[in-house]
């Protein structure tokens, strides 16, 4: 097994075949995912009983309320576009999951079918981009908290409502609400982690959405700079795995007419702490 880092954030992992992993391969995986936040794995030849095993291998498995599942595997979410629709599934900067009180770990996204042009998916460290900001700007980060909801994107009246021809659904359980540190300390790599994201996260703890807005949108931008992303270029058997904690990742929707078709499971995570170490 070799890994070659993909730039500030992601690592491809190569010479490995992921319906064989011995304890000392995963072993491997695990710090690997702690270094270098998503890892992505090119030429898979998985079927869903593989991909299923990967992830109980790794961890417990999060069902996702939201997805429409894979036919005949309820554990497995289709993330899907077909040629003749408009939107996609993720198509913005996001973190899955942070409407959780206990987030998930991160996600397994295996490409069945993408297109010839475009598709691709962005990632960006959030411990980066922390490690970008002035030593006072981390520290009145390190004193707050935000609040984070599914229901404005999974509800009723969300982001997704009458959008998705059945790809997502049951608006009736976006009832999450969650509070978490601005700054975490990420659970395996012990790193500062700024887990704010501008799909979910409504405001600070305290604040109003209008006296948040401001900071929230300099520190999105600060995520969002070149150099603390990588574009993923898909192939059919291409799997990326992405730590939600250390991570966002974006869907670009950019292949309208063709169709993207990809498989994701989604891991158990655990709560959150504030990042308590010096900065
Ligand atoms: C997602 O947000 O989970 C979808 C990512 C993708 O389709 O690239």
């Known amino acids: 097994m070799r890994i070659e880092r993909a730039g500030k954030v992601g690592a491809f992992v190569c010479d490995v075949d992921l319906r064989g992993l011995d304890a000392g391969a995963l072993h491997g995986l695990r710090r690997a995912l702690a270094e270098h936040e998503v890892l992505f794995f090119r030429d898979q030849r998985l079927q869903p009983e593989d991909h299923l095993r990967l992830a109980e291998l790794w961890g417990k498995i999060n069902i996702n309320r939201f997805f429409r599942p894979v036919a005949g595997y309820p554990a497995i979410a289709e993330v899907l576009k077909e040629a003749h629709q408009a939107g996609n599934i993720g198509g913005g900067w996001h973190t899955d999951h942070s409407y959780d009180v206990e987030p998930a770990l991160g996600s397994m996204l295996y490409a069945r079918e993408v297109p010839e042009h475009g598709g691709d998916t962005l990632f960006a460290s959030v411990s980066s981009a922390y490690a970008a900001l002035s030593e006072g700007l981390q520290r009145t980060l390190l004193t707050l908290r935000a609040v984070h909801s599914s229901r404005h994107v ?64 300099y520190l999105y931008d600060v995520v969002g700079r070149p150099e603390h992303t990588y574009r993923l270029q898909w192939q059919p058997g291409t799997l990326a795995l992405w730590d939600n904690r250390a991570t966002w990742h974006w869907a670009v929707n950019d292949y309208h007419g063709s169709r993207r078709l990809m498989h994701r499971i989604t891991l158990d995570g655990e709560p959150l702490s504030a990042f308590r170490g010096g900065t």
């Open 154 to 217: 999974f509800g009723e009246a969300g982001g997704y409502s009458g959008q998705t021809e059945g790809r997502i659904g049951n608006a009736e359980a976006a009832v999450q609400d969650a509070v978490h540190p601005v700054v975490i300390e990420h659970p395996a790599s012990g790193r500062p982690c700024l887990y704010v994201n501008p799909t979910f996260t409504l405001h600070f703890e305290g604040w109003s959405a209008e006296e948040s807005a401001p900071l929230l949108r």
